[in-house]
C-alpha cells in the first residue's frame, strides 16, 4: 500500500525511535514510585506517568533549543503545552488501541530486524551493540521490553495510517483548477477618463450641499481619540552656550581625525588577477590589438564588474602596481603588473584629488561637533538634577520657568508624528501615559530629555462642519468627479458593447496582452485586473479609480503555458493537495478513534506528574 499524509517510513521510524530513546537520555530520564502509574486510559491502552512525563519534558526543552531561552514549567502551562502534550498522547494510544483492537502488528523477527537497524545502538563497527542497546535504554529510563512495546505499537499506528490513506487523492481537476486560477491569462484594450475628458466641467459646490454631504457622510469625518499632553523639552542644542571648547582641545581633535582631514590623492580601480604571466600577458596583448574588451575578459572569468571593484584606494594601498596606476588616464587599463594574488590587470576609473583641510578650515566642524557631545553629556548630568525636582512634587510648568526646558502641549493621536511625536519612545509613552502617573525624565534617541503629564482624554468625536470645510469640499469633488465620469464612460460603453472602436468614440486605447491575474498595470485601479477576471471576452466594463475611471473590453483568454515550469507546478500542487486530504481524512479518523475509545483522565495524577516538575 501505498502511504499517504503523515504516514512515516519504516527507516524513518526507527531512525526516530532511535533519536527519541538518545534524546530522552540527554534530558534526563523522569520518573515516579509511589503508587501512581497511570495518568489515565484509553480503551485498553494506559498512559503512563513516565510516558507523559517524559513527553512533556521533551516538548519543553525542544522550545528552548528553538529560542534559546529558558522555559519554566509555569510558562509551558500558560501556553497550554501540557495539554497540548495530554492531546497527542490520547489520541496515540487511542489509535494503538485501534490497531490491537483489528490485529495490526509486526512481528518479532521484523521487530528484531528494525532494532538491529537503528544507527544509535550499533557500535564502531556498524553491527548492532547489545550492551550498547541496553545502556542507551536505561539512560533513556526505558526498559528493553518497554521500549520494543512502543516499536511494535508505532508500527502498528503506521500500518493503521496507510490502511486508512492508501488511495486518498483529490480529484486532478481541483488542481487543475487551481493552477488555471494563477496562471490563466488575458489581452484586452482599456482607456482612461479623467478630469481632463469630461465633456461639462464640474461646478462649484454651494455651502448648502457641502452641508448636506457632510451630514450624510459623518462618518468620514471623524476626529480620532486622542490625549490633551503638556510636556516639557530639553536637548542638547539649548545648552550650547553653557559649554566651553578651549584651543587646545580642537587641534586635539583635529590630530586625532587628521585622517579625515587630510587625505591622499586616491584611484577608483578595478583590478582583475590571472593565474600566471602568460594568461596575463595574453589577456594585455588581445586588449592591445583590440581582440576583446576589459569586460569581456572579467566575464570570461565568471566574474561581474562588482567582483573586481576596488573601490578607492591610495597609491600605497595598490603597493608594486601603485606608480603605474597612479600614472595612468581614467579609463586606461594598466599591466599586467605584479600583486600579492598574482599577475593582475587594471582599469581606472576615477581619479579623486587629494583632500587637504586646514585646522582653520575644519575648525567650525570641529568646535560644533565637540561642543554638541559635551553638551550631551550635560543634559544627563541635567536630566539627574530635574528628575529629582519633579520626585519632589515640581511642576511641569516649574520646570519650564527655573530651567531651560521647554513647554509645549500636544493633542496626541495614535496616527500623530509631528514634533516630538515623530519619535518612536515618545509614542510609545504616551500610548500608556495615564493620569495618576507621575511626570519623569526620559530620553530621546538624539540625546534630548522629556517629561510629560496627561491632562485629559477625548474619545473619537465628529470633527465640527467649518473645522472640517476644506475635507469635506475635496470629498465632495471626487465624489462629483468620479460619478461624472463613470456617467459619460457608460454612454462610450454601450457604443463598444455596439461594435464601435475606441478610436471612433475618441478613446486611445492601451492593447495588453498576456496577462496573469496578479499582474500590475500602471495607472490602472485598484480593483482592475479582478475586474477583468470577472469578463468574457467582448465584455466592456467601467471600473472606478480614486480619481478617474477606466473602461476595458477583454479581447482574449489564454490557457495556461503548457511547458516543463508548469507541469512541475501541477504535480507538486497534486501531491500537496493529495497530503493534506490524506492529512485531514486521517485526522477525522482518530478524533472518531478517540471518542469510541473513551478517554479516562485522572486529574490527581496530572497534578502529581506537574508537581514534580521545576
Do not use: C
Not at 67 to 87: H, K, M, W, Y
Not at 221 to 241: C, E, G, N, R
Not at 400 to 409: F, I, N, P, Q, V
Not at 595 to 600: G, I, K, T
Request: cysteine-free; aromatic content about 6%.
Amino acid at each position: 500500500m501505498k502511504a499517504k499524509g503523515n504516514s512515516i517510513t519504516k527507516t524513518a521510524v526507527w531512525g526516530l525511535m532511535g533519536l527519541l530513546v538518545l534524546g530522552l537520555g540527554g534530558f534526563g530520564a523522569v520518573s515516579f514510585t509511589g503508587n501512581i502509574r497511570t495518568v489515565g486510559t484509553v480503551g485498553d491502552k494506559p498512559i503512563s506517568v513516565d510516558q507523559y512525563a517524559r513527553e512533556l519534558q521533551q516538548q519543553i526543552r525542544a522550545i528552548e533549543a528553538q529560542t534559546n531561552e529558558p522555559l519554566s514549567f509555569q510558562q509551558a502551562q500558560t501556553i497550554g503545552l501540557d495539554r497540548a502534550v495530554l492531546q497527542r498522547l490520547v489520541r496515540l494510544r487511542a489509535l494503538d488501541n485501534e490497531a490491537d483492537q483489528m490485529g495490526l502488528s509486526i512481528g518479532d523477527e521484523n521487530l528484531r530486524e528494525r532494532i538491529v537497524e537503528i544507527s544509535s545502538f550499533q557500535g564502531i563497527d556498524g553491527k548492532f551493540d547489545r550492551e550498547g542497546y541496553r545502556y542507551a535504554l536505561q539512560q533513556a529510563g526505558l526498559s528493553e521490553a518497554a521500549f520494543e512495546i512502543s516499536l511494535r505499537e508505532e508500527a502498528g499506528r503506521a500500518l493503521l495510517q496507510q490502511a486508512i490513506t492508501a488511495g486518498v487523492d483529490m480529484p486532478s481537476v481541483y488542481a487543475d483548477t487551481l493552477i488555471n486560477y494563477v496562471a490563466e491569462k488575458r489581452s484586452f484594450t482599456w482607456a482612461k477618463l479623467t478630469q481632463d475628458d469630461l465633456t461639462t466641467p464640474l461646478g462649484e459646490p454651494t455651502d448648502e450641499e457641502l452641508k448636506t454631504y457632510y451630514d450624510e457622510n459623518a462618518g468620514m469625518f471623524m476626529l480620532p481619540a486622542s490625549k490633551s499632553i503638556t510636556y516639557v523639552t530639553l536637548s542638547p542644542q539649548d545648552l550650547l552656550d553653557e559649554v566651553e571648547v578651549s584651543d587646545e582641545e580642537l587641534r586635539q581633535a583635529y590630530d586625532d581625525r587628521s585622517s579625515e582631514y587630510n587625505q591622499p590623492e586616491r584611484r577608483l580601480v578595478e583590478r582583475l588577477v590571472f593565474q600566471n604571466q602568460e594568461a596575463a600577458d595574453q589577456a594585455a596583448a588581445a586588449l592591445e590589438v583590440g581582440g576583446t574588451t576589459f569586460e569581456t575578459l572579467v566575464e570570461e572569468r565568471g566574474l561581474a564588474l562588482a567582483d573586481i571593484d576596488m573601490g578607492d584606494v591610495s597609491k600605497d594601498e595598490l603597493g608594486a602596481a601603485g606608480d603605474s596606476v597612479f600614472a595612468a588616464q581614467v579609463t586606461d587599463i594598466v599591466g599586467p603588473v605584479p600583486t600579492n594574488l598574482g599577475p593582475a590587470l587594471f582599469r581606472v576609473n576615477g581619479v579623486l584629488p587629494a583632500l587637504e583641510t586646514s585646522f582653520e578650515e575644519a575648525r567650525p566642524t570641529l568646535q560644533q561637533d565637540l561642543a554638541a557631545d559635551r553638551a550631551g553629556r550635560l543634559v544627563e548630568v541635567k536630566a539627574r538634577e530635574l528628575d529629582d525636582q519633579l520626585a519632589g512634587g515640581a511642576s511641569l510648568e516649574q520646570i519650564a520657568e527655573d530651567s531651560k526646558m521647554t513647554l509645549h502641549t500636544i493633542e496626541w493621536t495614535q496616527d500623530s508624528t509631528e514634533d516630538i511625536a515623530a519619535y518612536a519612545g515618545f509614542r510609545e509613552a504616551a500610548a500608556g501615559l495615564k493620569e495618576s502617573d507621575f511626570p519623569k525624565i526620559s530620553q530621546l534617541d538624539d540625546g534630548s530629555i522629556y517629561a510629560m503629564r496627561l491632562d485629559g482624554t477625548k474619545p473619537e468625536r465628529p470633527n465640527p462642519f467649518e473645522d472640517a470645510r476644506d475635507l469635506v469640499k475635496a470629498d465632495w469633488m471626487a465624489d462629483q468627479l468620479i460619478a461624472a465620469l463613470t456617467a459619460q464612460a457608460k454612454t462610450l460603453q454601450k457604443q463598444l458593447v455596439d461594435g464601435a472602436d475606441f478610436e471612433a468614440v475618441g478613446l486611445t486605447p492601451t492593447i495588453t496582452e498576456g496577462q496573469t491575474r496578479d499582474a500590475f498595470i500602471e495607472g490602472a485601479p485598484e480593483a482592475f485586473m479582478s475586474e477583468v477576471f470577472k469578463a468574457t471576452p467582448g465584455d466592456v466594463q467601467v471600473v472606478e479609480g480614486d480619481d478617474s475611471v477606466v473602461l476595458v473590453r477583454l479581447d482574449d483568454i489564454s490557457q495556461p503555458d503548457e511547458n516543463a515550469k508548469t507541469q512541475q507546478l501541477l504535480e507538486q500542487l497534486g501531491t500537496q493537495l493529495n497530503t493534506q486530504l490524506a492529512d485531514d481524512v486521517f485526522a477525522l479518523y482518530a478524533a472518531d478513534v478517540v471518542r469510541r475509545s473513551s478517554p479516562q483522565i485522572d486529574q490527581q495524577a496530572i497534578n502529581a506528574v506537574h508537581v514534580n516538575f521545576p
